[in-house]
């Protein structure tokens, strides 16, 4: 026979953890809702990739093709 009491500490425990659980789930939301909105307002997926502020010759159009990566010679 188990014995089945649950002290008064307890439900205050649970109380605090749903709440802090609650904030947790929160912050989560809020971090991924700015990223989308980040991501979205970028639109395009190479501004996205140049966002990291390092110069890299890939993304830089060629002057006589006319393309990002310079493979049309």
């Given at each position: 026979m188990a014995?089945?009491?649950?002290?008064e500490i307890h439900t205050r425990?649970?109380?605090?953890?749903?709440?802090?659980?609650a904030i947790l789930v929160?912050?989560?939301?809020i971090v991924?809702?700015?990223t989308v909105v980040k991501v979205?307002?970028?639109g395009d997926a190479g501004k996205f990739e140049r966002f990291d502020h390092v110069a890299r010759?890939?993304?830089v159009p060629d002057a006589e093709?006319?393309?990002e990566d310079?493979?049309?010679e």
């Open positions: 014995i089945k009491v649950e002290h425990r649970k109380g605090r953890n749903l709440g802090v659980g929160g912050f989560i939301a991924f809702g700015l979205i307002q970028l010759p890939q993304l093709t006319g393309t310079g493979a049309g």
